[in-house]
């Protein structure tokens, strides 16, 4: 273990680019005949294994009309039983391995994920095996669960950024899934209870090992955890089906959108554009998180100037998430007083233009590059945490490599390539603007 | 029976150094610091509620004498480090994790947020303006489970120093002045109140340095707050908040005398877990309301304080209390069926204290507990945060405390500890919901609130629903009070 921990001091963050890599466990990377990719990490954190199971279907796959959120129903579906396990049996091994288990559905993934002792690796595996390769449940129990979903929906209906979501993706896609987020819409929840039969298809296409990727990160030797998923993994059978994903036409804004929010709330402004899809190899997407970065920030200018100087804004942020295909870059703030709503998009899009109009400075540049690469390495807290952010990533490009990939990218976009990025994607048809402002006081 | 924290009998007593430190050393290239102050919201003075989280806000996101805060968010974005400020009632912790590339460039401006603060008037402005938007708005507006959990707390503990939230009151946050906030620094944060927590791999000769630095705080002395005992209502009472919302949010609990350290601890923690660990599909609320039902998204039980559980799985460490409450979480359910998942609550809870725990579903449980106890701690920065809060209970580390005192624990030691503490015909509901006037006439009116499902349930289901839907809950007119939401933490 001291090698792998000398990996680790040496991180990238203390040594010059280009050195050494970012991600700074040694990994295996494994593929079984029928299609299924084991990533094994073994890490320095005592007794405990964190298992990641990717499937590579998100809501990103609801492409038939009236199915948004299926993805995120079958999430719900996969803890309904076998009948090896069913729920109460399923429940009772992770009691007795001490595990904390859960799941979450994105736009291009599903994610299975249980952190547990190590002496529990093989009956974690077994019994995961189990539900991906025999998931049974009855339609009265598929009708239950959605209504858990609508639940969920309820959950977050509280709040004014699950409705500014659902309107910007609405707003700002037309063909694409990502029309719609990954709770899909209310419509569609509500009519969930009547799609049984789409259900057990939906399992037959997309649960197959060709779609899955298995992380395992933690106190584990490699011989082990490739032995133990090859048992209990490896008959599976392999699929066939790909879904064709509609493409989205090219942007034909500037769009814009308004939510009245029934109860009084502060208002909100996002002003977000069209952008690339992830890549490790083109420039374009790590050029519009440094703009991110660099534009709106705490250490930035506009930060600065709203939040901190002239007390307008007490939120304001930027995302450019990686996805799978091309998404959005939106600039989110939250404005103390409607009637700077106005101004304050005036000063994002003003921000924006400004990368647009020259290079940025060098030494700014390289205080981000800093910061992300300080982010990363701070991120890596725990073995869950490991296997948590190679997730995100394998769900992309499935393997860990892709993450030293674009941190080297990182490191070697230009002033000059911020800006032709800035000014590819930060233009008036691929513009969309939402803004949300409060009802009255009861 | 009254007791004295020990960690307060320890500071009474002065048998340690002050400020106190608590070190775990280790090869980890990150450094985690965490700061705590033995003060809180219970020391906000009447009508000065916010005074305590006001001033820590201001040490950890307002500048120092030398520093603006603007300048000091540009020195650490490069490290990627930021400070965080908790308060609760009686702890004060700031922490953070650094790489140790950046140690000494990071402990040079955070110490200076500690002991030199700026107290500039515009980070007051707009940090008084970030704590009334937080209630107003991200809780009062925007949470409703949160809110129902927060408003629970103050019914419990009205006209007592726990009985506002943390933030403090609108009205009163409006008042507090700088010479305020220097004030209550000067008084409370002391070298006597502080313990300095410091884990990974910071350099030999570190955490002396830092416990040296920190003796330039005022020496102070340990003054413990007076607590008075918080009394079950005496039946049930009912808080419903009106509010333009789809769903009903409910927060349902009491006070109990049990916390770390109590000798009836572990059998609670045991309870708690089995019939409603956080987040987890095994408990039995959640397998009764949400799995066979189909009710909302989940439903909890719990024996600390457990803020922003919609937000995470494992709890804050540093949220150490005198006094705990016993509480259970309904997540929103459709108003149609807010009736019967109040009563099925109930009925569950009832069934709790009438059956205890079977002897295989107590071997489970503290089965689980014994491993789960590793993960709350498996970053260093929760290990250094549950150590100090060991520290403040007077029990050993949190893990082996709890594993030791699991491994003796019998089934009736629980179940006694049940019957003792738990209680489902007397304690307070907090209800979050749209049209209150319709459902406090339900409640009033008592008659059967029965499920319709959309699919056939298993015979037993409905033979139980046909008890859940007639479960008595004992309700006078005047126990059943409408508050418009507006006038929360106002």
């Known amino acids: ?442 | 029976m009254r007791m004295l924290p020990p960690m307060l009998l320890l500071l009474a007593t002065g048998l340690e150094a002050a400020p106190r430190l608590v070190t775990l050393p280790g090869r980890s290239p990150l450094v985690s610091f965490r700061l705590v102050f033995l003060t809180g919201a219970a020391s906000d003075p009447a009508g000065k509620e916010g005074l305590a989280a006001l001033t820590a806000a201001m040490l950890a996101q307002g500048g120092t004498r030398r520093m603006s805060y603007q300048e000091i968010l540009e020195a650490l974005f490069p490290m990627a480090v930021s400070v965080s400020a908790q308060v609760d009632k009686e702890m004060t912790s700031f922490s953070a994790v650094t790489h140790r590339d950046n140690l000494e460039e990071f402990y040079r401006i955070f110490r200076a947020m500690l002991l030199e603060p700026g107290w500039r008037p515009e980070d007051l402005t707009r940090l008084r303006d970030d704590a009334v938007n937080f209630l107003r708005v991200s809780l009062r507006g925007n949470n409703d489970e949160e809110l129902a959990k927060e408003v629970l707390y103050n019914e419990i503990y009205a006209g007592h120093p726990y009985g506002h939230h943390n933030l403090g009151k609108v009205s009163a946050l409006q008042k507090l002045t700088l010479e305020d906030l220097r004030d209550f620094y000067a008084r409370r944060f002391t070298q006597a109140n502080l313990i300095i927590g410091l884990a990974g791999g910071y350099p030999e000769g570190f955490p002396e340095r830092v416990r040296k630095d920190f003796a330039r705080l005022p020496a102070g002395r340990s003054e413990p707050l007076k607590l008075p005992e918080p009394s079950r209502p005496g039946g049930l009472r009912v808080t419903l908040i009106e509010k333009e919302t789809r769903s009903v949010a409910f927060s349902i609990g009491f006070p109990i005398p049990v916390r770390r350290g109590h000798p009836d601890y572990p059998a609670l923690l045991v309870a708690q877990s089995y019939f409603g660990q956080h987040r987890m599909s095994g408990g039995r609320l959640y397998e009764r309301m949400r799995q066979v039902r189909g009710l909302n998204y989940g439903d909890y039980a719990y024996i600390e304080y457990f803020p922003r559980g919609m937000f995470q799985f494992e709890p804050d460490p540093n949220l150490a209390r005198r006094q705990q409450i016993f509480q259970i979480w309904i997540r929103p359910v459709e108003p149609a069926t807010a009736h019967f998942s109040l009563r099925l609550a109930l009925y569950e809870l009832d069934r709790l204290v009438r059956l205890g725990l079977s002897q295989e579903e107590f071997e489970r449980t503290r089965l689980f507990l014994t491993k789960y106890v590793n993960l709350l701690t498996r970053t260093k920065s929760a290990e250094l945060g549950y150590a100090i809060d060991s520290l403040y209970y007077g029990i050993p580390d949190y893990n082996s405390y709890v594993k030791s005192a699991l491994a003796k624990l019998t089934r009736e030691e629980v179940n006694q500890a049940i019957r003792k503490h738990l209680a489902a015909a007397d304690l307070r509901i907090v209800a979050v919901a749209k049209d209150c006037e319709d459902l406090r006439r339900r409640l009033l009116a008592g008659e059967p609130s029965p499920m319709r499902y959309n699919a056939p349930r298993p015979p037993e289901v409905l033979e139980e629903d046909k008890l859940v839907e007639r479960f008595r809950l004992d309700l006078k007119p005047e126990n059943v009070r409408i508050v418009p939401v507006g006038q929360i933490f106002e």
């Open chain 1, 1 to 442: 273990m001291r090698l792998l921990l000398a990996a680790w001091l040496c991180a990238m963050v203390t040594c010059s680019a280009g050195e050494r890599k970012i991600f700074p466990y040694p990994y295996d990377e494994r593929d079984f005949p029928n299609g299924l990719r084991l990533i094994t990490i073994p890490t320095d954190y005592p007794n405990v294994v964190a298992l990641y199971i990717v499937v590579g279907a998100g809501s990103r796959n609801e492409v038939e009309p009236g199915k948004s959120g299926f993805a995120h129903l079958f999430e719900h579906m996969m803890f309904r039983g076998t009948r090896q396990f069913p729920p109460a049996r399923y429940e009772a091994v992770l009691k007795a391995a001490g595990a904390a288990s859960n799941a979450y559905t994105t736009d291009d993934h599903t994610a299975y994920h249980t952190t547990f002792s190590k002496e529990d690796l093989e009956t974690i595996l077994a019994m995961e095996a189990d539900r991906f390769q025999r998931l049974e449940y009855s339609a009265e129990d598929f009708r239950t669960e959605a209504l858990a979903v609508l639940g969920e929906y309820n959950k977050n209906s509280a709040n004014p950024v699950s409705k500014l979501y659902e309107v910007l993706r609405d707003t700002a896609f037309d063909r694409h899934p990502y029309k719609h987020t990954t709770m899909g819409f209310l419509k569609d929840i509500q009519d969930m209870p009547n799609q049984y039969d789409y259900s057990l298809q939906f399992f037959r296409r997309y649960y197959r090992p060709e779609y899955t990727t298995i992380i395992l990160a933690g106190d584990l030797a490699l011989a082990q955890a490739r032995e133990l998923v090859g048992k209990h993994w490896g008959a599976w059978q392999r699929g066939d089906y790909r879904a064709e994903i509609p493409a989205e036409p090219p942007p034909a804004g500037p769009r814009a959108n308004h939510v009245n929010w029934p109860s009084p709330t502060l208002p909100w402004v996002i002003a977000a554009f069209r952008g690339p899809a992830y890549s490790d190899v083109e420039t374009d997407q790590v050029a519009l998180d440094l703009i991110a970065q660099l534009g709106f920030s705490e250490s930035s200018e506009l930060y600065r100037k709203l939040v901190i100087g002239e007390q307008k804004a007490d939120v304001l942020e930027a995302e450019n998430p990686d996805r799978v295909d091309p998404y959005l870059f939106a600039v989110w703030a939250r404005v103390k007083k409607e009637a700077d709503l106005d101004y304050v998009r005036e000063e994002i899009l003003g921000t924006l233009e400004s990368f647009r109009a020259k290079p940025v400075e060098a030494e700014r540049l390289e205080r981000v590059k800093r910061h992300l690469r300080y982010r990363f390495a701070l991120s890596l807290r725990d073995s869950e945490a490991v296997a948590a952010t190679v997730a995100r990533y394998v769900a992309l490009r499935r393997t860990p490599e892709t993450i030293n990939r674009v941190y080297e990218l990182y490191e070697k976009v230009t002033p000059a390539e911020i800006q032709a990025a800035a000014r590819k994607y930060f233009v008036d048809s691929g513009r969309t603007i939402v803004t949300l402002a409060g009802g009255k006081s009861q």
